[in-house]
């Protein structure tokens, strides 16, 4: 543990995962930190409970990429694709979406917020099996890589620039051919016959139960639990005085936002309009499958993580645009099913199973904290450099938590990080 020249208070708002390896982070460096968090951390209510697990450092590509907008009305139209959004609610996501599509014009935009995302993903795997381990569950976290799946080499083909990035970012990966992938993942259907194994990925197995081993390491350490949820700050000549909650205030010398996607409101009263929106999404489990998925698997055309988890194996993926509480629509996670009808075809009765019951505890709804550019807002709030943003990781925030915790402590400690921090100001749209 480093000596900080003064021990502050700080108070994280947000438990999910963002806010815990913050707060980890700040231990570290001898301050005093206050979890603030009206939920149990890494509850259903969190993004960070229901994911994807994926920890994939090739994970670099925003979601806009140009001539995204070509395929927009399809995504309004097709009701089984990957991406749809709900019709009523396009107005108010239009403002969002002109940005979205605007980040992503050209391969040249990309190329810079890869490498941007790249400072925060690279060492994610081997990240989280140091914070597991610290926390006394190594075994929530697998780092023996990350697998996609395809049916052949067109569809290889068919994402040759992604792949051509990752290597020029020096990703490692390697292709695995048909009788390899069989040995692997015996149960895996024929409709499937390459794979892309992105070799220094990882998966946690139960991100609920990692998030709560973490929260409990902060409490061991130190860490105090305000049950209650923020709802402003306490400023005085441009220095914090406390953080403002339902349940009283929480005296501080520094704040960090982490409240995923409820932390717009937030950042606006610390001095930061941030265009941010849920990229709602759905997972499914099929319990009792009868095998393990030694290394999580993505079929190409499902675009959704397929994992091994204690409760059965996960389907979490899909993209629904529409508010954030606008009620779930479980055909979603169906068509997450369907996939796996011909990812796992001896599991068809047990697919079947759940498909029959919508809506129950098999199924769970989350909300990505999507910035329109796929970047994260992380840094001094506008308002006053007491306030600290940590939020708007999108898909990736299992991935970049970690080294978001470490970015915020050096940012707060005044230490210089080995990267241009920047483009992670929240300052970018105003
Ligand atoms: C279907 C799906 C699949 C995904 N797959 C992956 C994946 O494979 N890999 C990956 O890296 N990422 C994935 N993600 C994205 C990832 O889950 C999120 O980016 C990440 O969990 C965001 O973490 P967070 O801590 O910012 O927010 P959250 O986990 O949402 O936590 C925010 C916390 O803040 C609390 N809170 C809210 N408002 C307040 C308030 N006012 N005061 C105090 N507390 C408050 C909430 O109760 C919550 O506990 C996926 C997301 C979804 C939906």
Redesign the pocket.
């Known amino acids: 543990m480093t000596t900080p020249e003064r021990k502050l208070t700080i108070a994280v708002?947000?438990?999910?995962?963002?806010?815990?390896c913050t707060a980890l982070e700040l231990q570290r460096d001898g301050h005093d930190v206050v979890l603030?968090?009206?939920?149990a951390?890494?509850?259903r209510?969190?993004?960070?409970?229901?994911?994807?697990?994926?920890?994939?450092p090739g994970?670099v590509l925003p979601m806009s990429t140009p001539g995204l907008w070509k395929q927009v009305p399809g995504f309004l139209l097709d009701p089984n694709g990957p991406f749809i959004i709900r019709w009523r609610h396009l107005p108010a996501l239009a403002p969002w979406l002109i940005r979205f599509v605007l980040a992503g014009r050209t391969f040249a935009q990309i190329e810079t917020i890869a490498a941007q995302r790249h400072e925060l993903s690279k060492s994610t795997a081997a990240d989280h099996v140091a914070l597991a381990a610290e926390a006394g569950r190594p075994d929530l976290v697998r780092n023996n890589g990350l697998m996609f799946v395809y049916p052949d080499q067109a569809a290889i083909d068919a994402e040759q620039k992604t792949w051509a990035l990752r290597q020029q970012l020096g990703i490692r990966f390697r292709k695995i051919e048909e009788a390899e992938l069989r040995e692997r993942q015996p149960e895996l259907g024929h409709v499937y016959k390459l794979g892309m194994h992105m070799e220094d990925g990882g998966q946690i197995t139960d991100?609920g139960a990692y998030?709560d081993a973490l929260f409990q390491l902060a409490l061991r350490r130190g860490a105090t639990h305000k049950a209650?949820?923020?709802?402003g700050f306490d400023f005085s000549g441009g220095r914090l005085s406390a953080v403002v909650?339902n349940a009283g205030v929480v005296t501080c010398d520094r704040a960090v936002i982490?409240?995923?996607?409820?932390?717009r409101d937030?950042a606006r009263q610390a001095g930061d309009d941030v265009p941010m929106i849920s990229?709602?999404?759905?997972?499914v489990v099929i319990p009792d499958p009868g095998f393990d998925i030694p290394v999580g698997l993505m079929p190409s055309d499902g675009k959704m993580?397929v994992i091994w988890t204690p409760q059965g194996i996960r389907l979490?993926?899909?993209v629904e645009l529409a508010s954030t509480d606008a009620p779930p629509n479980w055909q979603r996670a169906q068509i997450l099913l369907n996939y796996a009808r011909a990812m796992f075809p001896s599991l068809g009765a047990k697919i079947d199973a759940v498909a029959n019951e919508p809506g129950s505890q098999h199924y769970w709804l989350?909300?990505?904290?999507s910035t329109p550019d796929g970047l994260p807002c992380i840094g001094a709030a506008s308002r006053s450099a007491d306030v600290m943003h940590?939020?708007g990781?999108?898909?990736?925030?299992?991935?970049?938590?970690p080294a978001t915790g470490k970015l915020v402590a050096k940012l707060i400690a005044g230490r210089a990080p080995s990267y241009d921090a920047t483009p992670f100001s929240a300052r970018r749209f105003a």
């Open positions: 708002i947000g438990a999910g995962i963002v806010g815990l603030i968090e009206p939920d951390p890494g509850g209510q969190a993004a960070s409970y229901g994911n994807g697990t994926w920890l994939n994970s991100p998030c209650a949820r923020a709802t909650t982490a409240a995923g996607v409820h932390s937030l990229e709602r999404g759905y997972h993580g979490a993926g899909q989350g909300h990505r904290p940590a939020f990781h999108g898909h990736v925030g299992m991935i970049q938590g």
